[in-house]
């Protein structure tokens, strides 16, 4: 079994941290049911799981931060396949980030630098020199970028989600391994045959190259790691960077601004809906794209 | 939307040099200490080494998000506590939002949290505005109940205008195109039958698909209503939808299940209108 425990993590020689407030009286501080401001900067689960490294949570609103060199002793035997240069952790009242220097992940995604942050309600993603198998990243600025090379491959960039407490959770790079897939029949392309290696690379298990299913390589990895995975969820998930930060304050003031209605003028005049930033300088809403989708209308 | 590509100021990664220097004799034992720490919170305390393979997504690992367990609003579900149209027979002025990222929705501005709003459900997700307050926009909801509507956080939507407005009369059975207020076209139709009835009110196009199992139709425009009578329908939610029909001897009478039947070329223009335009049901 891959699992490993943050005890050994914090164990590695070559970890340096310091926490600006030292969580000794974590307990009695904890204010239950918030949700802090916090950051990681690698997490995994499925054949591989890492807890997250290094978390940091600041419930206080004090600074706290950590940093590692690397996640050697976590990985083992899985040295080769994940490599991590330095990872930094920070979070204090209203804001978080996370940063990873010199990653690659199998070869199928590697970067000289990921940051993920968050400030005041906002956040986003930060890559230099991301390519995913050998191709330069996507714009990684509008939320929640999917790279679909499913059934075997998800790699969503700066996905975010708006807690109901006004939160703003930030996950800088989530690659999922045979993220959706669902029958064991459904067969593999030619290029997800072609990332099989890498895949053997990944979770340590010597793949049968002439696997042609999903069910196929599901058997594969099952009898290597003598795990009982199943179909329906992520064979693999890994995270590269996650930051949750609150508003700093009411942060009323900017409400508006940070989008195009600036000019936030209630004068309009089209009746009693009160459509405020004037509608004339707003962009054409676009055609809608036709997709494909199960949803029996009533005919 | 691009606003969320500049990072702010924020101070610079710090090195590890400078880390470095700070640490000391202590840093194995604050690693130690706060990584335990660190990990008892994260993991609601449970023993580290029952983590095992396959456990939980890993950005589910954290304390459990404040709303994530709430419904997301689609037209597959009826979210308790939304608000209701409080004006049915009103056309806004065209503005349209689109989610930029997963978003409460609440039953008032700064209020309740009673449902999650998704960037994409058939497509991105597009949804007319027709109210604004406080930092906030009132929109029309796709889910159960019929004309409900709920809040979201203006800044966590993009927006546009559509300048268009679908018309359906269903007693003239008569579907008219608008563009500015203008009529572009009108087509003679067929809708739901007495036992089936098309429901009334103010919605809107919610997507525009294609669906193998659902041939009779190329391309079928769901809207943000649903069936009064069918709960459910050939095993869908009684979505109601705009989409073609094979035979043309059924416009202009009500003989469906509550869907809205348009010949060809109506729906070959109505595929083109933008996704949240407002699609106005009366008797008329």
Known sequence: MNTKTLARAAAVGAVTSVTALLLGNTAAVAQEDTFPDYAYGIAASGALTIDPLPYVASKDGKFVGDQLLGIGDVLGEHEDDIALGVLTAEAEAGKAETSVTELNLLSILRADLVRTWCEDGKGGLEIINGTLLGQPLPDTSVPGTKVDLSPLLTVTLN????????????????????????????????????????????????????????????????????????????????????????????????????????????????????????????????????????????? | ?????????????????????????????????????????????????????????????????????????????????????????????????HPLRETPVYDAPNGQAIARMEPTQFGDTWLPVIAEESGFVQVLLPSRPDASTGWLRADDVERARTPFVVNVHLGSKQLELLRDGKRVDSWSIAVGK???????????????????????????????????????????????????????????????????????????????????????????
């Open chain 1, 159 to 299: 996905d975010q989600r708006r807690n109901s407490d006004g939160s703003l959770t930030v996950t800088g790079i989530e690659l999922s391994v045979l993220p959706g897939a669902t029958s064991p029949d459904e067969e593999l392309s030619d290029e997800e045959k072609a990332a099989l290696p890498g895949l053997s690379a990944l979770l340590g298990a010597p793949l049968d190259a002439g696997a042609s299913t999903v069910g196929d390589v599901l058997d594969g990895v099952n009898g290597a790691l003598g795990t009982d995975i199943a179909l329906g969820s992520p064979l693999q998930t890994i995270t590269v960077g996650a930051a949750n930060c609150h508003e700093s304050g009411d942060g009323s003031s900017d409400d508006g601004s940070s989008d195009d209605g600036s000019s936030d003028d209630s004068g309009d005049d089209s009746g009693a809906d009160d459509g405020a930033a004037g509608s004339s300088t707003l962009p054409a809403a676009p055609a809608p794209s036709i997709v494909a989708a199960a949803l029996p209308v009533t005919g």
């Open chain 2, 1 to 97: 939307m691009s606003q969320h590509t500049a990072p702010p100021k924020a101070a610079p990664s710090k090195g590890p040099s400078r880390r470095a220097l700070l640490t000391g004799a202590v840093v194995g034992v604050v690693v130690m200490f706060v990584a335990v720490l660190g990990f008892a919170f994260f993991s609601g305390g449970s023993d580290p080494a029952a983590t095992g393979p396959s456990a939980v997504a890993a950005n589910e690992l954290g304390p459990a998000a404040p709303g994530a367990d709430l419904l997301a609003s689609t037209t597959f579900t009826t979210i308790e506590g939304a608000p209701s149209d409080p004006n049915p027979d009103q056309v806004n002025d065209g503005i349209v939002v």
């Open chain 2, 194 to 284: 007495q036992e089936t009835p098309t429901p009334t009110g103010r919605t809107f196009l919610l997507g525009a698909f294609s669906d193998p199992s659902q041939n009779f139709s190329p391309v079928i425009l769901p809207l943000g209503t649903h069936s009064p009578t069918h709960d459910t329908f050939g095993g869908g939610p009684g979505t109601v939808a705009i989409h073609t029909w094979p035979s043309a001897d059924a416009f202009g009478s009500a003989v469906s299940e509550g869907c809205i039947r348009v010949p060809a070329d109506a729906l070959d223009k109505l595929a083109e209108v933008p996704l949240g335009t407002l699609v106005m049901i009366d008797q008329d």
